[in-house]
């Protein structure tokens, strides 16, 4: 059954927290009579602007890059927007997830939407259309230098715009136009400066970073939930999570990952009974230091990201009140190249944290057998879910390496320093991606573990165990681990956490 639900774009802030409502909700986009109302007025200024005078004005009767100062005339200034974005379309690699394209189209319909950029209405309500039928364009990996905007993988979006190209739509990847001649819907037919507009753009960086920030948000969740089950596991002693540390420091995340442990832990009989030792490890006395520094870290990315959310990126800008055409660099990405490598880093040091508590937990200590089986040598128990951990972590400090600190000189050295935020953005899914392979062994060592105490641990994270355990039972002999370790991270993809826990 079709969703009824729409959201009406205008130029009214959206937040990162009602976008995730819109997205994950499926709700329908269509134009505000406001935004309406300013493209067509943006539209109809840029024609008059272009019959009334002959002075070169860039990408709309100029070539682009280092062709800038070729002029093109007014016969022909419809062809240099086709030519532009065939000439683009170079991605290359793998498919992106058609989700990504999805939130690509929102983010470029919200971009022109704010009457800056001289397109016609008919070419946002298109892109409308496409993300409400999902009809999602192949857009590939590669190809974006993060410095004109991510030019290739916008050129892909603009194909299928124009009926040319391919599209995702009901499972399948066809020939847009033979999609839109199922919709009995026509190709849009470029006009001035519309070609750069759709091409030139933060989007697809700007849509993985958001998707990225979604993630990063339930993961940050489930990295407290499965490191307070990990301490309890381990016998951890509560002092580290007391606030009168906490608020002499007051890092916000660190207070706040301190609280969450103290709350889910703070009915359990196992965390609060007498310990015998009197420190523990830093990978379970330091997690609120370390949780939330990427906590911090992805804080200050998501602004970043909102900004850019509610930002226009394309190129030239177009001001009519002021009657001015300003070619400028907004479309420039190393805002976002910087913080997609910030945040591959907090991803990273959610997931090398989580893999020593796993670590610790197999080790034999605090009354615990080693590897977590009944009878260690004839079972090997953990130990090798332990080694896929230490992989993946180790990966991760290679995916780590900034993007953001390359550039390579492009279009005849008019494009002499790129951001490479569309690199920073593709790697970041992989430590993303990592991260919950490592969490998810984390939460399989921490079940297991659980099973050698007498005491039960809070009744929130039994509720959750009890959950996991109907799907991942307790190992009492040597079994094929890799479809359990498939199993936990499924679970914790799937787990439904309320918006309002995460924001």
């Given at each position: 059954m079709p969703n009824t639900k729409s959201y009406s774009l205008s130029q009214d802030h959206l937040s990162l927290k009602s976008l995730n409502e819109i997205f994950a909700s499926k709700q329908n986009l269509e134009l505000s009579a406001e935004a309406e109302k300013a493209i067509a007025k943006c539209r109809r200024y840029l024609d008059e602007k272009i019959d009334r005078e002959e002075a070169a004005i860039y990408g709309i009767n100029t070539g682009f890059g280092s062709l800038c100062d070729v002029a093109i005339e007014g016969s022909d200034l419809k062809r240099l927007q086709l030519n532009l974005v065939r000439s683009h379309a170079c991605g290359s690699g793998e498919r992106i997830d058609p989700e990504f394209v999805r939130l690509m189209l929102l983010l470029k319909a919200r971009g022109l939407s704010y009457g800056y950029s001289g397109v016609q209405v008919a070419t946002v309500e298109?892109?409308?259309f496409f993300y409400n039928q999902n009809i999602l364009p192949e857009v590939f990996e590669q190809g974006s230098l993060g410095a004109s905007g991510d030019l290739a993988p916008l050129a892909h979006i603009g194909l299928s715009l124009m009926g040319e190209g391919r599209a995702y739509y009901q499972g399948q990847y066809l020939d847009t136009s033979e999609i839109l001649a199922k919709h009995q819907r026509k190709a849009i037919e470029l006009q001035s400066k519309e070609g750069i507009a759709i091409l030139n753009g933060t989007q697809f960086m700007l849509a993985l970073g958001i998707k990225a920030s979604f993630e990063l948000r339930r993961l940050s969740y489930f990295a407290d939930l499965i490191g307070a089950i990990s301490l309890d596991a381990f016998d951890g002693r509560p002092e580290p999570f007391d606030d009168l540390i906490h608020a002499v420091r007051a890092h916000k995340g660190q207070r706040e990952t301190a609280a969450n442990i103290r709350t889910v832990l703070k009915e359990s009989p196992l965390f609060n009974r007498p310990k015998v030792h009197v420190q523990d490890p830093y990978s379970f006395r330091c997690i609120p230091q370390v949780h939330g520094a990427s906590k911090d870290s992805l804080a200050y990315a998501e602004s970043v990201l909102e900004q850019e959310l509610n930002s226009v990126t394309d190129n030239p800008t177009i001001f009519p009140d002021e009657d001015k055409i300003i070619s400028g660099g907004n479309?420039?990405?190393?805002?976002?190249?910087?913080?997609?490598?910030?945040?591959?880093?907090?991803?990273?040091?959610?997931?090398?944290?989580?893999?020593?508590?796993?670590?610790?937990?197999?080790?034999?200590?605090?009354?615990?057998?080693?590897?977590?089986?009944?009878?260690?040598?004839l079972n090997s128990g953990l130990m090798i879910a332990q080694y896929t951990a230490a992989s993946v972590v180790s990966q991760n400090k290679q995916l780590c390496t900034p993007a953001s600190v390359d550039s390579i000189v492009s279009s005849n050295g008019q494009e002499d320093h790129v951001s490479m935020g569309a690199n920073a953005a593709t790697k970041l899914q992989k430590v993303i991606d990592n991260l919950k392979t490592v969490l998810a062994i984390e939460l399989l060592t921490a079940s297991q573990a659980m099973f050698f105490r007498s005491e039960k641990t809070a009744p929130m994270l039994e509720g959750l165990l009890e959950e996991f355990r109907s799907s991942v039972p307790f190992i009492s002999d040597d079994r094929i681990l890799y479809t359990d370790m498939k199993t936990a991270k499924d679970f914790i993809e799937a787990y439904p956490i309320d918006l309002d826990k995460l924001y």
């Amino acid at each position: 059954m079709p969703n009824t639900k729409s959201y009406s774009l205008s130029q009214d802030h959206l937040s990162l927290k009602s976008l995730n409502e819109i997205f994950a909700s499926k709700q329908n986009l269509e134009l505000s009579a406001e935004a309406e109302k300013a493209i067509a007025k943006c539209r109809r200024y840029l024609d008059e602007k272009i019959d009334r005078e002959e002075a070169a004005i860039y990408g709309i009767n100029t070539g682009f890059g280092s062709l800038c100062d070729v002029a093109i005339e007014g016969s022909d200034l419809k062809r240099l927007q086709l030519n532009l974005v065939r000439s683009h379309a170079c991605g290359s690699g793998e498919r992106i997830d058609p989700e990504f394209v999805r939130l690509m189209l929102l983010l470029k319909a919200r971009g022109l939407s704010y009457g800056y950029s001289g397109v016609q209405v008919a070419t946002v309500e298109q892109l409308l259309f496409f993300y409400n039928q999902n009809i999602l364009p192949e857009v590939f990996e590669q190809g974006s230098l993060g410095a004109s905007g991510d030019l290739a993988p916008l050129a892909h979006i603009g194909l299928s715009l124009m009926g040319e190209g391919r599209a995702y739509y009901q499972g399948q990847y066809l020939d847009t136009s033979e999609i839109l001649a199922k919709h009995q819907r026509k190709a849009i037919e470029l006009q001035s400066k519309e070609g750069i507009a759709i091409l030139n753009g933060t989007q697809f960086m700007l849509a993985l970073g958001i998707k990225a920030s979604f993630e990063l948000r339930r993961l940050s969740y489930f990295a407290d939930l499965i490191g307070a089950i990990s301490l309890d596991a381990f016998d951890g002693r509560p002092e580290p999570f007391d606030d009168l540390i906490h608020a002499v420091r007051a890092h916000k995340g660190q207070r706040e990952t301190a609280a969450n442990i103290r709350t889910v832990l703070k009915e359990s009989p196992l965390f609060n009974r007498p310990k015998v030792h009197v420190q523990d490890p830093y990978s379970f006395r330091c997690i609120p230091q370390v949780h939330g520094a990427s906590k911090d870290s992805l804080a200050y990315a998501e602004s970043v990201l909102e900004q850019e959310l509610n930002s226009v990126t394309d190129n030239p800008t177009i001001f009519p009140d002021e009657d001015k055409i300003i070619s400028g660099g907004n479309f420039h990405g190393q805002p976002l190249a910087l913080i997609l490598d910030q945040l591959a880093i907090a991803a990273a040091e959610w997931a090398n944290i989580s893999e020593r508590r796993t670590y610790l937990l197999i080790s034999g200590q605090r009354e615990l057998p080693a590897f977590l089986v009944a009878k260690p040598g004839l079972n090997s128990g953990l130990m090798i879910a332990q080694y896929t951990a230490a992989s993946v972590v180790s990966q991760n400090k290679q995916l780590c390496t900034p993007a953001s600190v390359d550039s390579i000189v492009s279009s005849n050295g008019q494009e002499d320093h790129v951001s490479m935020g569309a690199n920073a953005a593709t790697k970041l899914q992989k430590v993303i991606d990592n991260l919950k392979t490592v969490l998810a062994i984390e939460l399989l060592t921490a079940s297991q573990a659980m099973f050698f105490r007498s005491e039960k641990t809070a009744p929130m994270l039994e509720g959750l165990l009890e959950e996991f355990r109907s799907s991942v039972p307790f190992i009492s002999d040597d079994r094929i681990l890799y479809t359990d370790m498939k199993t936990a991270k499924d679970f914790i993809e799937a787990y439904p956490i309320d918006l309002d826990k995460l924001y």
